[in-house]
């Protein structure tokens, strides 16, 4: 029959886990882009795999949900009916880099941005 534990003594003392083999100090953290202020590439010179596939595949339509919906937060209605417009003309994925483009070229002065972009 196995004993019980006796009430309030520690089944484990956390000093049973710990070696003295653990460092005192960490190393640095590497390097992201995103520190190194390249969070988005600059579309303008950017370049598609499959230029003539077809938009709907993927998540490219999320991503160029993302972009007209961020072209339509900082303009007008008017140009909100011509965002949504140019996004239901869109075809290629050709046509959704170029679009994408257009939007960062727009929103890149009104927004702040990382430095280097």
């Known amino acids: 029959m196995p004993r019980s534990a006796t009430v309030g003594a520690p089944l484990v003392r956390v000093g049973d886990f710990y070696g003295q083999d653990a460092p005192t100090i960490l190393p640095n953290p590497a390097t992201s882009v995103f520190a190194a202020g390249k969070a988005s590439p600059d579309l303008a010179t950017a ?6 596939g077809t938009v709907n595949d993927g998540n490219l339509p999320a991503v160029v949900s993302s972009a007209m919906r961020q072209d339509m937060e900082l303009f007008s209605p008017d140009a909100r009916l011509a965002s949504i417009a ?8 050709a046509d959704a880099l170029e679009y994408m483009a257009e939007v960062q070229r727009k929103i890149r002065p009104v927004r702040p941005h990382a430095p280097g972009q």
């Open 47 to 52: 370049t598609v795999a499959a230029p003539t």
């Open 86 to 93: 140019r996004v239901l003309s869109l075809q290629t994925r």
